[in-house]
Nanobody, 121 residues
Framework: VQLQASGGGLVQAGGSLRLSCAASGPTFSGWQMVWFRQAAGKEREFLGKIFYTSGRLYYADSVKDRFTMSRNKENNMVYLQMNSLKPEDTAVYYC???????????????WGKGTQVTVSS
């Protein structure tokens, strides 16, 4: 299984970005797709998850009013729509896949390479 996150870039505060995570590989099941981010000098942070089959969603409190996850099962894509971005959202964003309900990093089976999001003030 390979995951590839994309869509990052530079945006002004208050702006929006949509990140994509493309999943590929013959064994991809996508039980649970998870987004994390890691700001410079900080620990990696859980943002939200989507159960790939049902579409059920869970968000971290820190982003639940601004970020929205979705998925396209036909294309094996997962998205993270980020609105009202703030400078403190600047980080490298990662998608990951797990075959359990855990959101602990150690329980992720696969990780995509991160995509940088920079929010200017």
């Amino acid at each position: 299984v390979q995951l590839q996150a994309s869509g990052g870039g530079l945006v002004q505060a208050g702006g929006s970005l949509r990140l994509s995570c493309a999943a590929s590989g013959p064994t991809f099941s996508g039980w649970q797709m998870v987004w994390f981010r890691q700001a410079a000098g900080k620990e990696r942070e859980f943002l939200g998850k989507i159960f790939y089959t049902s579409g059920r969603l869970y968000y971290a409190d820190s982003v639940k009013d601004r970020f929205t996850m979705s998925r396209n099962k036909e294309n094996n894509m997962v998205y993270l729509q980020m609105n009202s971005l703030k400078p403190e959202d600047t980080a490298v964003y990662y998608c990951a896949e797990a075959d359990s309900t855990s959101v602990q990093q150690r329980d992720m089976n696969y990780w995509g390479k991160g995509t940088q999001v920079t929010v200017s003030s």
